[in-house]
C-alpha cells in the first residue's frame, strides 16, 4: 500500500494500526527486506531528481537535528529513513555537521563586490617598487580559552583558569606577497599609536616608494593626526567597505595567534602571557 501511493495515516485507518506502529513496519522492512541492485550495495530509497531537490532544500536550510531531515523527507516524498540511514544519506550527499559561519548583518554584499574589483585591479597594476598590506589591530585577553581536543572517553581533562580583564593591544599588518608581518604592542589604540604604527611600517619597506595599507573605518585611522601625517608619508590607506573582516586576511593571523598562545593554555601571570605573545610574533617574523 504505501508503495501505491498510501500515506501512512491512511494505512493506519484502514488496518486499524497505530501510525507509529505502520512507520516501524516500514522502517523494519527497508532495513531488513530491501531490494539489492546486482551489482551488490543498497538501492537509494530517493531517486535523483528528489536527493537533487533535497540538497537545495538543506543548502538553504539549517536543521540542527537530523531527525527533523528525516522527518522533512517523509513528508515530502513518502521515504521513510532510520536516524543512522539519514547520517548516512547526509554524508554521502557531500553534508558535514558543522556550525555555520557568522558574518556581519549588516554586511553590503554589492560594496564587497565592488572593492574585490578595487582589490583586483590595483594588485595586478602594482609597480614593482610598491606594496599592499592588510592591517588590523587584536586585543588578546588575559584569560583560559577552553576549547575541544581529543581526550579518552569517560575521562574528564581539567584545565586550570584564571578569568580577568588585562589585556594586550596589537597593532599589525601583513603583505600577503612575501607574507612580512609587522607590528606594535602599545598601552591602547588610538591616532598616536596608529602614528607610531606607520613609521614603523615604513621603516621595514625603505626599498618601497609606495605602501597600499588595507584597513576598516576605524575611526582613530581616520583622525586629523593620522590625515595630517599621511599627507607627507608614503602610505596610502585604502578601506574596507562597513562590516567587512572577511575581506582582511590579517583576521586568520589573529585566529591563528590565538590558537597557539590561548586556546587551552593557563598562564600563571600576566607576564608570561605577554611574554608568549612576544614570542609567537619573533617567530612569525623569523620563519
Known amino acids: 500500500m504505501y508503495d501505491d501511493g498510501y500515506s501512512i495515516g491512511e494505512i493506519s485507518k484502514v488496518l486499524i494500526l497505530s501510525d507509529e506502529g505502520i ?25 535523483r531528481n528528489q536527493e537533487e531537490e533535497l540538497i537545495e532544500h538543506l543548502e538553504t536550510n539549517n536543521y540542527v537535528y537530523a ?10 516524498y513518502g521515504v521513510i529513513y532510520t536516524l543512522a ?6 554524508h554521502r550527499l557531500g553534508f558535514s555537521y558543522k ?26 597594476n ?48 601583513i603583505n600577503l606577497k612575501s607574507l612580512n608581518v609587522v607590528t606594535t604592542d602599545n598601552p591602547k589604540v588610538n591616532g598616536d599609536y596608529i602614528i607610531e604604527f606607520l613609521k614603523k ?6 626599498d618601497k616608494s609606495k605602501i597600499y595599507l588595507i584597513c576598516d573605518n576605524a575611526g582613530y585611522r581616520r583622525s586629523k593626526k593620522v590625515r595630517e601625517y599621511l599627507q607627507n ?33 593557563f598562564y600563571a601571570n600576566f607576564e608570561t602571557f605577554t611574554d608568549s605573545i612576544r614570542l609567537f610574533f619573533e617567530n612569525i617574523l623569523t620563519t
Open 233 to 265: 608619508s608614503k602610505i596610502e590607506l585604502v578601506f574596507l567597505p562597513p562590516y567587512s573582516p572577511n575581506l582582511n586576511p590579517i583576521e586568520r593571523l589573529w585566529k591563528f595567534m590565538h590558537s597557539i598562545i590561548s586556546n587551552n593554555k
Open 201 to 206: 611600517l615604513e621603516e621595514n619597506n625603505q
Open 99 to 124: 556550525k555555520p559561519k557568522l558574518i556581519p548583518g549588516k554586511i553590503d554584499l554589492d560594496k564587497q563586490e565592488e572593492f574585490k574589483l578595487q582589490y583586483s585591479l590595483l594588485r595586478n
Open 23 to 47: 512507520r516501524n513496519h516500514l522502517i523494519d522492512y527497508h532495513n531488513d527486506q530491501k531490494l539489492k541492485p546486482e551489482n551488490g550495495g543498497s538501492c537509494s530509497k530517493l531517486t
Open 126 to 173: 602594482l609597480a614593482s617598487d610598491e606594496c599592499i598590506y592588510f592591517m588590523d589591530s587584536v586585543h588578546p585577553q588575559y584569560q583560559t580559552r577552553a576549547r575541544f581536543g581529543w581526550i579518552r572517553k569517560n575521562a574528564v581533562k581539567t584545565l586550570p583558569s584564571f578569568s580577568g580583564w588585562k589585556r594586550k593591544h596589537i597593532i599589525g599588518a
Open 67 to 76: 531527525r527533523d531531515i528525516g522527518l522533512y523527507i517523509e513528508n515530502q
Open 85 to 90: 540511514g539519514v547520517i548516512k544519506l547526509l
